[in-house]
Each structure stands twice: as structure tokens, then as C-alpha cells.
């Protein structure tokens, strides 16, 4: 039964699956997480909150009554007839601007409806995007591990041929085999890291069987412009959009409430007539609530208790998104000068030194442990270089995300 399950959810997916590609770009990632679920949630969300709007903006429906009464008894002091019919109709109509009120928050509330879409897409796109990053740093740290693992078979190869030669001993070449194991290990461990993000991805995706790899490079995503000001890129922050309209959405919601508190007064049209003999008479009156048990204050209070707490949470939004841009702005900032200070006093020298480790060993003036420490700096730098400039780029998608440009 579970085999059977498997094989039907493996064969609902698979077109899905054949729709997206094995290696995606950027561009095509943020393209293809416009269609997760989460995403498709809000949209939902904000059509309810359009028929919202739809309802709020419709008229009140009148009421009929219709009676019919018949003698029973005693003298006929109501009617002298044999049976007395009524009919009524009554609209209410709201003449204090309850109806515009309500159809105004309505209008605001599809506004911070479709504000939370933004947001959502948004925090999607800005998840793609890192977990893209985090792909492409560890395909290309995968990539190191793997020449680092063809270079100590290289040295192992070396190894073996200067001892058959006398000029190598048995633990040599043991020591050269357990480096050989650790940079296999080195090598699973980094799949397994990339298999980690591709999921990751694929779960934005909502294709769980899609395993994507990443098509470019870290250096080709590092942008060379300096961000703006926080307080100019944070007007386009969707946060900081979605808690102005809570704020108009909540004071929008008191004078709702205010005009709820007066009274609707209802027209009333009626007929009566009686047969037996024939007679009619028509009616017209008004009727409305008289607010003095409930004046329904505790409704207001309550509205303008939400708005003085959603004011007081689009202050601490901003302060909040100021900060936390100013973090990531300083964040960028190190770790870019980290990166130069790195790449000209580490870097750049690991490759001589390797060079110059190898020498020694082949004139025998070193020893193989100052060749495989040599080789082992080379891919501790090179994995380094790639975490920092992995980390560069993905301090440069937060400011972008927090700006409101994924």
C-alpha cells in the first residue's frame, strides 16, 4: 500500500518536476519561488480581503412581514371583519455614515492584504536568494575539496614511487593513504552540505524530488555599489509598509466604531385590510434603537486601543529595520576589508608555498609533513576566501531584501 502511495505521488510530481531545470541562475530561482505555497496564501488572503471590501460596501437588505388575523372570541372590538391581513416592509438606513466608514476600512484592509503579499514575496525571494548563495559556496567549496582530494593522490603517487626508490619509508606512504581518507571525507562532507541547500531550495520550490544545482559564481554576484541610506532604502522596506497600513487600518477602524455607536433608524411601510366586510388602511412609520442601556463606548475604547498599539508598532518596526540595516551595513563592510586583508596576506601566497614545499620534498631538504601542512593551508584558505565572499554576498541580498529590491 505504502509502494503504491509512493508511486502515485512520484507520478503526480513528475511533470512538475520536468518543468524546472537541473542547474538555475539566480534570476531563474527568485523566478521560480514566485509560485510556493506560502506565497499563494497571501494571495488567497487578499482576495478574501477584497470580498471584504465588496461585502462592506453593500446596502442592507429590507424586511417583509406578513400576518393574517381571525376572529376568535368574545366581541369584535379589534376589527369588524372576518379576517384582518397585514403586510410590511421595513429598510433600515444608515444616515450617519456607517455604510462610506465601513467601506473604507475595508479599502485600507485590501491595501495591507496585498502589502502582506509583498512582504511575504519578498521574505521568500530573500530565502531563495541566500540558500542560492549558501549552494553556490559550498559547490564551489565541493569543487576545492575535490582538486585538494586529486592533489594528495598526486602527493600519495609521489610518495609511493620515492619509496620504492628507498627514499620514502612505509610510514610515509601510511601517512600520505590517512591524508588521502581525510580529504575523501572532506569531499562527502561537502556533498552532503550542497545536497542540504539543494533541498533546501526545493522545499521554496515546492518540489520536493527537484535537486537543483547552481549555474555562476560567487564572484560574478558580489556588487561593487555601496548602499544607500537606511533611512532612504527603508521607504521600501515591505515591513515597514505593512505596519503603516495596520496604523491607517486601526484608526480607519475608529470611526467605524464611533459612527457603529449611533443609531440606524429603519423606514417602515404596511398595508392592512380586512375582508368581510372589505377595508384598508396603509401605514407608514420609522423606528430606530435607542442607545441608552449600551452606548457601545467599550467598542470605540477598544478601536482606539489598537490604533495607539499599532502607531506604537510602526515606531519600534522602523527602529527595529534601522538597526538591523545598519548591522548588515557594518557586517558588509568588515567582511569586505576582511576579504582584501586576507587575499593579500594569505591567499595569494599559498600557491609559492605549495610550490616550494614540493621542491624541498622531490631534493629531499623536507619532509612530508611540511608537504601535506602545505597542502592542507591551501585548502583551508581556499574554503576561507570562498565562506568570506559567501558571506559578503549574502550581507549584500539582506540590505537588498530590507530595501525592498528582491
Do not use: C
Not at 491595501?111 to 525571494?125: D, I, N, P, V
Not at 620515492?162 to 572532506?186: F, I, N, P, Q
Request: hydrophobic share 45%; proline share 4%.
Amino acid at each position: 500500500m505504502r509502494r503504491a502511495e509512493a508511486l502515485l505521488v512520484t507520478m503526480i510530481s513528475a511533470p512538475a518536476l520536468a518543468q524546472l531545470p537541473p542547474a538555475v541562475s539566480l534570476d531563474e530561482v527568485l523566478r521560480i519561488v514566485e509560485n510556493s505555497p506560502r506565497i499563494v496564501v497571501s494571495q488567497r488572503e487578499a482576495d478574501a480581503a477584497r470580498a471584504e471590501r465588496v461585502a462592506a460596501g453593500a446596502l442592507l437588505n429590507p424586511s417583509l412581514s406578513v400576518g393574517r388575523s381571525r376572529p376568535s372570541g368574545g366581541e369584535r372590538t379589534l376589527f369588524d371583519a372576518n379576517a384582518l391581513n397585514q403586510a410590511q416592509v421595513e429598510l433600515p438606513i444608515p444616515i450617519f455614515g456607517q455604510r462610506a466608514a465601513r467601506v473604507r476600512a475595508a479599502e485600507l484592509q485590501v491595501g495591507r492584504a496585498e502589502s502582506q503579499l509583498r512582504l511575504t514575496l519578498s521574505e521568500t525571494k530573500r530565502q531563495a536568494a541566500l540558500e542560492f548563495v549558501r549552494l553556490l559556496t559550498a559547490q564551489e567549496q565541493l569543487a576545492a575539496r575535490r582538486a585538494a582530494l586529486a592533489e594528495v593522490e598526486r602527493i600519495r603517487g609521489l610518495v609511493a614511487g620515492r619509496m620504492d626508490s628507498g627514499m620514502a619509508s612505509r610510514y610515509d606512504l601510511a601517512r600520505a593513504e590517512v591524508e588521502t581518507a581525510l580529504a575523501g571525507l572532506g569531499v562527502q562532507r561537502a556533498e552532503g552540505e550542497a545536497a542540504e541547500h539543494a533541498a533546501a531550495l526545493a522545499a521554496l520550490a515546492d518540489a520536493p524530488g527537484w535537486r537543483p544545482t547552481a549555474s555562476g559564481s560567487l564572484q560574478s554576484l558580489q556588487a561593487a555599489n555601496q548602499p544607500v541610506d537606511a533611512d532612504a532604502a527603508l521607504e521600501r522596506n515591505p515591513t515597514l509598509r505593512v505596519a503603516r497600513d495596520d496604523a491607517a487600518l486601526a484608526e480607519a477602524r475608529i470611526d467605524v466604531a464611533r459612527r457603529e455607536r449611533l443609531p440606524v433608524p429603519s423606514v417602515a411601510l404596511g398595508r392592512s385590510w380586512t375582508s368581510g366586510p372589505f377595508g384598508a388602511a396603509n401605514f407608514v412609520g420609522i423606528s430606530s434603537e435607542i442607545p441608552i442601556l449600551d452606548s457601545k463606548r467599550a467598542l470605540e475604547d477598544k478601536a482606539q486601543a489598537e490604533a495607539a498599539a499599532a502607531r506604537a508598532g510602526e515606531r519600534a518596526a522602523r527602529a527595529s529595520l534601522r538597526a538591523e540595516y545598519q548591522r548588515h551595513l557594518e557586517t558588509l563592510r568588515l567582511r569586505r576589508a576582511a576579504l582584501i586583508r586576507f587575499e593579500k596576506d594569505v591567499f595569494e601566497r599559498q600557491g609559492a608555498f605549495l610550490e616550494m614545499a614540493e621542491s624541498a620534498y622531490r631534493l629531499g631538504r623536507g619532509t612530508l609533513f611540511e608537504l601535506l601542512d602545505a597542502r592542507r593551508t591551501q585548502l583551508e584558505a581556499a574554503t576561507a576566501r570562498l565562506e568570506l565572499i559567501g558571506a559578503i554576498v549574502e550581507s549584500q541580498f539582506e540590505l537588498r531584501a530590507l530595501a525592498g529590491e528582491l
